[in-house]
T-cell receptor
């Protein structure tokens, strides 16, 4: 049981390039999330999904897109990368209360450190 | 909108002593959870402790306990017998829940805790 995995761990992009951050969970969780963490700050929600085929915007969605074609995968797409997107990106998943892990606990991946130059 | 405030950017404590991290939040919701997450230098987000708002009893997990004051909207974390491995960023987080569904995690900016030998 790997939990939540993210690839890549590190990436440097040039301004205007695009990339996809991959996220996979093997816990059969319905809910999945993408956060970004800027230096000295807490995590802010970019996008989330409550199940395959359903996604919605979080607090800071501009410049990003997501899709959720399967329960396991929730990729985050950056189009036209900008220096303001330099951050650490975390993917997380959770399941409603009553199941293993306790109610509403979010399980986080190890993060992707992205630098846009 | 909900907000979470951690007023202590940095704290330090001697090994084996006790330290308390502060957190206040603002919400008009009645049904919610509060969490403390730990982020060591590895960047991994680790759930430390969870409190359900409808429970008056304060949550405890081994050396970690909370002081939940619902009327004051205060949720502090006490770490007893501090260990070097407790050195990390600590984030307070809020999540509303409703009808079996859940809202999103809203994080404070974090408190950097250093445990000194």
């Amino acid at each position: 049981n790997a939990g939540v995995t993210q690839t890549p761990k590190f990436r440097i992009l040039k301004i205007g390039q695009s990339m996809t951050l991959q996220c996979t969970q093997d816990m059969n969780h319905n809910y999945m999330y993408w956060y970004r963490q800027d230096p000295g700050m807490g995590l802010k929600l970019i996008y989330y999904s409550v199940g395959a085929g359903i996604t919605d915007k979080g607090e800071v969605p501009n410049g990003y897109n997501v899709s959720r074609s399967t329960t396991e995968d929730f990729p985050l797409r950056l189009e036209l990368a900008a220096p303001s997107q330099t951050s650490v990106y975390f993917c997380a998943s959770s399941t409603p209360g009553g199941l293993a892990g306790g109610p509403y606990e979010q399980f986080f991946g190890p993060g992707t450190r992205l630098t846009v130059l | 909108a909900q907000t979470v405030t951690q007023s202590q950017p940095e704290m330090s404590v001697q090994e084996a002593e006790t330290v308390t991290l502060s957190c206040t939040y603002d919400t008009s919701e009645n049904n919610y959870y509060l969490f403390w997450y730990k982020q060591p230098p590895s960047r991994q987000m680790i759930l430390v402790i969870r409190q359900e708002a409808y429970k008056q009893q304060n949550a405890t997990e081994n050396r970690f306990s909370v002081n939940f004051q619902k009327a004051a909207k205060s949720f502090s974390l006490k770490i007893s017998d501090s260990q070097l491995g407790d050195t990390a960023m600590y984030f307070c987080a809020f999540m509303k829940h409703y009808g079996g569904s859940q809202g999103n995690l809203i994080f404070g900016k974090g408190t950097k805790l250093s445990v000194k030998p």
